[in-house]
């Protein structure tokens, strides 16, 4: 583990800075995220609640990897066929 350490004219007000764990967030990989929406049918809500993370982080980043929605018509499908299932 690296340590960084920011010095300043007197060395007892030096401050250790460690490194950020980092964590594996698959959310932002564009081909992990047309996965779950469009083969596993997830819902933009459902992937960030999967993620551990706001709706609005997700769509984030569908919009940076220009993923494209499902239009009206899928979506009442796609509901309808979950509300039948339960």
């Known amino acids: ?5 920011q010095k300043y004219r007197d060395p007892q007000y030096a401050i250790v800075l460690f490194p950020r ?14 996965e779950q929406y469009w083969n596993k049918k997830l819902t933009w809500k459902e992937i960030a609640e999967k993620c551990n993370v706001t709706t609005e982080t997700i769509i ?3 919009d940076k990897f220009d993923i494209d929605s499902r239009n009206k018509s899928e979506v009442t499908k796609l509901l309808y066929s979950k509300a039948v299932k339960c």
């Open 1 to 5: 583990m690296l340590l960084l350490i």
């Open 21 to 34: 764990e980092k964590h594996y967030a698959p959310y932002k990989d564009p081909n992990w995220l047309k």
């Open 60 to 62: 984030y980043f569908r």
